[in-house]
């Protein structure tokens, strides 16, 4: 696809890659334990992205990663989307998880029931976040289990980074099981 592009950035944390397309961020990679991890993740995730300069929006959202990991909480709502690449239901499930404000959580439970779906699809809620390739923008941080646990982040760092963010962004920090 034409017009994919990537651009690594340092924020507090780390490195972080940040890919578009011409409708949006469809893809970040939070920091690793090594800067190749990171840049394999991308690679993987954005096929024939190329690195460059990046359109405005996408360069106020590396404004607003770097601003948001250095302890001060932002809005990306603003920021367009590129879902194409997901599921119908992985999409309704991101677009719903972008309404959680920083410092709120909710369970994967309740944002099931807020998508109308039966109680039994907490999983499938989980499952689709597990496969979020927008972290932080697609806020799956803010989203626990049952026993509002810090469980299921797949990001690099797993639980750990999850209550790190989530302890930055000014929310009561997750028992970690």
Known sequence: MDGLGFEPF??????VVVAWSP??????????EREEQTL???AASAPGAVRGSPPPWAEELIHLVSTHL???P???????????RVPPFYRAVYLAARDIPPGQTITYGELAARLGRPRGA???VGQALAKNPIP??????????AARAAVGFSAPGGV???ARLLALEGAPVPRIP
């Open 70 to 72: 250095g302890g001060t």
């Open 40 to 42: 394999a993740w991308i």
């Open 160 to 162: 750990q980074t999850k």
């Open 136 to 145: 932080l923008v697609v806020p799956c941080h803010r989203i626990l289990g």
């Open 122 to 124: 907490a999983r499938a």
């Open 23 to 32: 409708r949006g961020i469809f893809a970040l990679a939070l920091p690793s």
């Open 10 to 15: 340092d924020t507090p944390l780390g490195r």
């Open 74 to 84: 932002q809005d990306f709502t603003a920021i367009p989307l590129d879902l194409e």
